[in-house]
């Protein structure tokens, strides 16, 4: 069984900062990518950022310059660093990884967290 738990997300004003994190836990061989995705209400789930195992990132035009996506692959943990913040950064917050377990290679999901932005 292979799970990814997410913590951090909340409240915070325009301009301000939040950070997310996602940890892996599990019969894990390996994981390559990690990242985050958002859905925000009415609309579809979208990329956010994305980082490979070796540390090539990727991002959503709206957040170049703003967020920053690191991982710490000893702890199996990504983690999503978000500062001057808008209201239309508000959404649900997932994280998911492309991950080799002991049994099978797929994408797993975390339950997503809430992060809402006011103006």
């Known amino acids: 069984q292979v799970q990814l738990v997410e913590s951090g997300g909340g409240l915070v004003q325009a301009g301000g900062s939040l950070s997310v994190s996602c940890a892996a836990s599990?019969?894990?061989?390996?994981?390559?990518?990690m990242g985050w995705f958002r859905q925000a209400p009415g609309k579809q789930r979208e990329l956010v950022a994305s980082i490979e195992s070796g540390g090539t990132t990727n991002y959503a035009d709206s957040v170049k310059g703003r967020f920053t996506i690191s991982r710490d692959n000893s702890k199996n943990t990504v983690y999503l660093q978000m500062n001057s913040l808008k209201p239309e950064d508000t959404a649900v917050y997932y994280c998911y990884a492309n991950i080799h377990s002991k049994f099978v290679l797929r994408d797993y999901w975390g339950q997503g967290t809430q992060v809402t932005v006011s103006s």
């Open positions: 599990g019969s894990i061989i390996r994981i390559n990518v």
